[in-house]
């Protein structure tokens, strides 16, 4: 029987983590030390407070039927949590929990587009943000993120036709994966765009608790005129290390928010309680924890660009997430090429920047998933492998 797929199925290449995984487990098979720098899972463990929680409600069988929505404890904790971080006064028909970032990324155009319609995305960017509106038979247009404009977009530069045909934008800052915040008026001369065109704004910000250099994370809701063109996701994976409980939120305009939770009711029966029961620990709980692990990323951050610099890649410090944005060492032109000589030769796994749009080649993203001490057995074994003297296999 000769079986056939979808052209979707068949247009998706594999994940860039599952190949780079493969190569991993070659390389322990054979002994050697790795050093993965790939996924951006934290390190950190959750709370005590909200493991605790999770615990608890897991021992008690009748957390294990459909929840269907979400806990009104979860509500109005994440009402408290957003007045408390951001200054944001939602009602709770402007919340919506969902199974991460990743998974509202995959289904809002099917809220908010029909085939054939556009949506901007930035380039580079986060694989999802082009590939969730693909999935819906949206057309993408890829708005450039350039180093000379600080990784911010030129909205005057998008061409008047694109503008008036696009659906919504796609907006990530602090930026993965290029590691930039971006500066208020940013936000105030985005919201003027969206009104002129209607088009409706995602802001994903899930890093805005991992912003550096004494700076702090901001809402683009708390702005005027926000709440008007757009919903934000926040993410509780980053900010309390609860990545494989999958729980983000999305906030912001009701309309939007109804017609997105309508639409889920179609393949969701609601996030697993004992999972929604920590998220309501974590929301009501202690914030001085957060704030550390930031200082912790900062100081991760130093020490590994630090050290690249004085081995002579000239690598700079990020602005916030938890990731390094590096330009290729001298004379290497292709990513892919790069990050596999530098696995089989170093053990340090990075991701090439052509996974993140065709502006990401030239580049490599570095997680922050490892202690000051191992970045610094990193950066030593990234000199001793030679490749940054290295200029034959750098064509």
Not at 19 to 44: M, Q, W
Not at 199 to 219: C, K, P, V
Not at 284 to 296: A, K, M, N
């Amino acid at each position: 029987m000769q079986l056939h797929f979808s052209e979707k199925a068949v247009r998706l290449e594999e994940s860039i983590f599952a190949a780079l995984d493969a190569k991993k487990k070659e390389l322990t098979e054979k002994g050697r030390t790795i050093y993965n720098l790939s996924v951006g899972t934290p390190d950190f463990k959750p709370a005590q407070h909200i493991m605790d929680a999770v615990s608890e409600a897991a021992k008690k069988p009748e957390n294990y039927r459909y929840a269907l929505s979400e806990l009104p404890e979860l509500l109005e904790a994440a009402q408290g949590f957003f007045r408390r971080r951001f200054g944001l006064e939602l009602d709770q028909s402007e919340i919506m929990a969902l199974y991460g970032s990743q998974e509202g990324m995959a289904h809002l155009a099917w809220a908010l587009c029909d085939p054939g319609e556009l949506v901007l995305v930035p380039n580079p960017g986060y694989p999802i943000f082009r590939i969730g509106p693909q999935l819906c038979d949206a057309e993408v247009w890829e708005y450039p993120l350039l180093p000379e404009n600080n990784y911010l977009p030129r909205l005057d530069e998008i061409p008047e036709d694109i503008a008036r045909r696009a659906r919504f934008m796609v907006i990530n800052y602090p930026g993965n994966p290029v590691c930039k915040a971006a500066p208020e008026s940013f936000y105030h001369e985005l919201i003027a765009f969206a009104k002129k065109y209607e088009i409706i704004i995602l802001h994903d910000n899930a890093y805005a608790d991992l912003i550096f250099g004494g700076r702090q994370g901001i809402s683009f809701l708390s702005l005027e005129g926000a709440m008007d063109v757009g919903i934000e996701f926040y993410s509780l994976s980053k900010t309390f290390n609860y990545t494989g409980a999958r729980l983000s939120f999305a906030i912001g305009n009701r309309e939007i928010i109804q017609k997105f939770k309508a639409l889920r009711t179609q393949f969701d029966y609601g996030i697993f309680l004992p999972v929604q029961y920590g998220a309501i620990a974590a929301l009501t709980g202690p914030f001085d924890s957060v704030i550390r692990q930031c200082e912790e990323y900062e100081e991760r951050n130093r020490t590994l660009c630090q050290g690249l610099r004085e081995i002579g890649w000239n690598v700079p410090d990020s602005e916030g997430t938890m990731f390094v944005w590096a330009p290729l060492p001298k004379e290497w032109t292709d990513s892919m090429q790069f990050c596999l000589e530098l696995m089989e030769r170093s053990g340090v796994i990075c991701v090439p920047g052509s996974s993140f749009g065709s502006l990401g080649e030239g580049y490599v993203r570095m997680a922050l998933v490892l202690p000051p001490e191992k970045l610094r057995e990193v950066v030593e074994s990234i000199r001793q492998s030679g490749i940054l003297d290295d200029t034959e296999s750098a064509g």
